[in-house]
C-alpha cells in the first residue's frame, strides 16, 4: 500500500526543499536538515524509503530542508528554516507543491526537527528565532540531533582537497562551526537565557546522537545547556550516522524511539 505520495519539490522560496506527503490525512511533520556539505535528500539516505514503511510514519509529512551550507552563514540559513517552519506552523496548505487532492486545513501536532552536523547550529538558532518572535507553532517542536556540531567541530575534513587552499576565505560556515567560535558562544548564551525564562521547553533537545568513529565533531562528551545525556551509535562515523540501510537500523531505530 502506497503511504506517501512521490517525492515533490516543495517550490517558492525553497528550491532546495522536496516533500512526502502522506496519503493519509497528516497530524505531524518531520524536517530534516543536513550538515556542512550536505545536501537535503543525500545527506539523509535511506531516512526516506524506510520511514515510509513506519506505522508510525503514516499520517507524517516528510520535508528535506536544503540550504547553501558552504557559501552562506549559519544566520542566514537559520533564517530560510525558521520561514519554511513558520509556514508549516501556520498555513502549509500555501505550499506549492501541497497536493491537489488534500484537505485545505491542515494544522500539524507536532513539528519535529532532525538536524545533522552544522545542521544543529542551524536549527537551534532558528528555534532561538522562533522564541524572540513568541511564534506559537513552536511550542509543538521537537529538536533531535544526529552527531552535532554545536559545540564545535572540524569542518576541513569534509571539504574536498581541491577547494581546501581557498576553502578559508570562501566559506563562512568553516569559521563559524570551529570550537569556541563567537557564533557557537552566542549560540550557548542565547539559549541559556532562553531556558532561564521558563517558556521556552522546544529548545531542549529531545534525543542527542553520536558516533562513536566520528572524528568530526568535538565535544561529544558534553552535553549543551540543558540538552539530555548523548546517546551513542558505536559502529558509525560522522556521515553513517545519518544513513540507515537495511543492515544498519540503528539510525533509523533512535529517531523511532521518541516519534
Known amino acids: 500500500m502506497q503511504t506517501h505520495y512521490l517525492v515533490a519539490r516543495v517550490g517558492g522560496s525553497f528550491k532546495e526543499c522536496w516533500a512526502y506527503f502522506s496519503v493519509a490525512p497528516a497530524q505531524d511533520a518531520i524536517v530534516f536538515v543536513h550538515g556542512f556539505n550536505g545536501s537535503a535528500l543525500d545527506t539523509w539516505m535511506q531516512f526516506q524509503s524506510l520511514l515510509q514503511n513506519q506505522q508510525v510514519c503514516r499520517k507524517t509529512d516528510l520535508f528535506f530542508f536544503g540550504y547553501h551550507s558552504l557559501r552562506r552563514t549559519t544566520a542566514s540559513s537559520a533564517a530560510s528554516l525558521f520561514s519554511l517552519l513558520e509556514l508549516l506552523g501556520k498555513t502549509p496548505q500555501s505550499l506549492n507543491s501541497w497536493p491537489k487532492d488534500r484537505a485545505s486545513t491542515v494544522k500539524y501536532k507536532r513539528l519535529l526537527v532532525v538536524s545533522h552536523s552544522l545542521g544543529a547550529i542551524v536549527a537551534r538558532r532558528c528555534l532561538l528565532t ?92 558534553q552535553q549543551f545547556c540543558e540538552d539530555p545525556p548523548s546517546e551513542w551509535i558505536y559502529d558509525a562515523d560522522h556521515i553513517q550516522i545519518c544513513k540507515p540501510r537495511l543492515d544498519f537500523m540503528s539510525p533509523l531505530e533512535r529517531l523511532l524511539g521518541v516519534l
Open 130 to 221: 522562533a522564541a524572540a518572535r513568541k511564534a506559537s507553532w513552536a511550542e509543538n517542536c521537537k529538536l533531535i540531533l544526529f552527531a552535532p556540531a554545536h559545540l564545535g567541530g572540524r569542518p576541513l575534513k569534509l571539504i574536498p582537497k581541491s577547494i581546501k587552499p581557498i576553502a578559508e576565505v570562501l566559506l563562512p560556515a568553516l569559521e563559524e562551526v570551529s570550537e569556541n567560535s563567537e557564533v557557537i558562544r552566542a549560540l550557548q548564551d542565547d539559549t541559556k537565557k532562553a531556558l532561564a525564562t521558563g517558556k521556552c521547553e522546544f529548545l531542549r533537545a529531545l534525543m542527542v546522537v553520536h558516533g562513536g568513529a566520528d572524528t568530526v565533531v568535538c565535544r561529544q562528551d
